[in-house]
């Protein structure tokens, strides 16, 4: 499976000595739950077998390696991701679980759209800031009608 490499991996979960903390960007909801999250070192939810907090991790981590910008609603990939190659090499399959990751998170980001846009817009700031880039090889969203 694709993302089972990352308990391995783990390098989206912590920062190495020296770098500045990773600051997790947490929607409104995330952000009365949890409060503030930042990586500074070995995540705190990170154990042996990758994050602890299962399907309630943040959206911003559900997101990644991905990063979404709202101004051209198009998708870049963390270079220094292992997985980018085969990931882009998924995406030509619908049934791949790359497709199925992009399939979910662009639902996810089109309720955010209409919900909580401030978190998109400050998400892709620091996820800029933090991170190398290289564009989706897929279409931006479309807007839909009843935006």
Known sequence: MLFDHCA???????????????EITLTAT???????????????YLGKS????????????TLYPLSYNPNSRSFSFDTECPLMPVYFEQLSSPSSEASLHLAQV???????????????????????????LKKLPK?????????
């Open 30 to 44: 995330e952000s009365d739950r949890i409060g503030e999250f930042c990586v500074d070192g070995d995540c705190q």
């Open 106 to 132: 662009s639902k996810q980001i089109e309720k955010l759209e209409k919900l909580d846009p401030e978190f998109l817009q400050t998400n892709y700031e620091i996820d800029i800031d933090y991170f190398d």
């Open 50 to 61: 990758g994050c602890t907090m299962g399907q309630d991790k943040p959206f911003s981590c």
């Open 8 to 22: 391995e991996c783990r390098r989206c979960c912590n920062t190495e000595q020296g770098q500045a903390p990773l």
């Open 139 to 147: 279409k931006p969203l479309t807007r839909s009608a009843s935006k």
